[in-house]
């Protein structure tokens, strides 16, 4: 089987931005992600890290960054539960939303973001790092759910279970660099429904998500590819003031995104950053 790369496309406008999500939009299975894209001397460069790993990108020893997650799990799990909604403090029992709901309060975990929308995905491309170029990034879920079975089934049905410590038994055990989707059951958090989000966990730290799913989503032959194909859409610096605009006129803003006081200081730095007409 051959790997079917990223297929990367330019817009330079917001016209051709909406043209293309529109098309997009209109397909099943979809799951995107909007960032800023790193750049170097040899130009741009596409990695989705982990905040967990972006916040241990110093760290070399594998086995320190592996206590450090744990004891980060562990401090959250203690201090959460004054704090947390009643309806949120079961998730702490259960080890995928477990890790979600650190995710979803901002402690780092070896968690990744995605959505479903590509609005949404549009959005997050666009809110932050005006100083850097933006990227949405697309693939089809569903592939990725049946080739990731299909190779790694053997480690990836570990991911839902949880160790006799409470910890999610993942935090606990090497396994390949792959990565596959994380699925919440029960109550949802009501910013991942605002969202419409969803995440991917890796096998073990340290895995680059964009170059694991690559790897994974494989086809023997280019007639078994259901769409969307795995693409990146890029877009300059320049363009993200506008792309807010536009996104705020659809309703899609800080505050419908993030629900709470929090929300509204965002859409409000979002404003500030509009085009004058």
């Known amino acids: 089987?051959?790997?079917?790369?990223?297929?990367?496309?330019?817009?330079?406008?917001?016209?051709?931005?909406?043209?293309?999500?529109?098309?997009?939009?209109?397909?099943?299975?979809?799951?995107?992600?909007?960032?800023?894209?790193?750049?170097?001397?040899?130009?741009?460069?596409?990695?989705?890290?982990?905040?967990?790993?972006?916040?241990?990108?110093?760290?070399?020893?594998?086995?320190?960054k592996s206590k450090v997650e744990r004891e980060i799990a562990k401090r959250f799990r203690t201090y959460a539960p004054n704090y947390l909604p009643y309806a949120e403090i079961g998730h702490l029992n259960d080890g995928p939303s477990f890790l979600m709901l650190m995710q979803h309060y901002g402690a780092p975990t070896r968690l990744v973001d995605w959505t479903y929308s590509v609005w949404?995905?549009?959005?997050?491309?666009?809110?932050?790092?005006?100083?850097?170029?933006?990227?949405?990034?697309?693939?089809?879920?569903?592939?990725?759910?049946?080739?990731?079975?299909?190779?790694?089934?053997?480690?990836?049905?570990?991911?839902?279970?949880?160790?006799?410590?409470?910890?999610?038994?993942?935090?606990?055990?090497?396994?390949?660099?792959?990565?596959?989707?994380?699925?919440?059951?029960?109550?949802?958090?009501?910013?991942?429904?605002?969202?419409?989000?969803?995440f991917t966990v890796g096998g073990q730290l340290g895995v680059d998500h964009y170059k694991a799913i690559d790897e994974i989503i494989q086809y023997k032959n280019d007639k078994y590819h259901k769409p969307p194909e795995k693409q990146v859409i890029l877009f300059a610096k320049d363009l993200k003031p506008t792309i807010l605009k536009e996104l705020n006129r659809m309703g899609i803003n800080g505050s419908t995104l993030f629900p709470g006081i929090d929300g509204v200081g965002k859409a409000l730095t979002e404003f500030a950053h509009f085009p004058q007409s």
């Open 1 to 64: 089987m051959k790997s079917m790369t990223w297929k990367k496309q330019e817009v330079t406008t917001w016209s051709q931005l909406r043209k293309k999500l529109n098309e997009l939009a209109s397909t099943d299975n979809l799951v995107c992600r909007g960032q800023a894209v790193n750049c170097n001397t040899n130009g741009k460069v596409i990695k989705v890290m982990s905040s967990l790993d972006r916040a241990l990108e110093n760290v070399s020893d594998e086995k320190q």
């Open 120 to 198: 949404v995905g549009a959005y997050f491309a666009a809110r932050s790092d005006f100083e850097k170029d933006g990227i949405i990034i697309v693939f089809n879920g569903k592939e990725l759910d049946d080739h990731a079975h299909e190779k790694h089934g053997h480690e990836t049905r570990n991911v839902p279970l949880t160790d006799s410590d409470g910890l999610p038994r993942i935090m606990w055990n090497r396994y390949g660099p792959w990565v596959c989707r994380l699925m919440q059951m029960g109550h949802q958090i009501p910013r991942m429904i605002a969202q419409q989000g969803l």
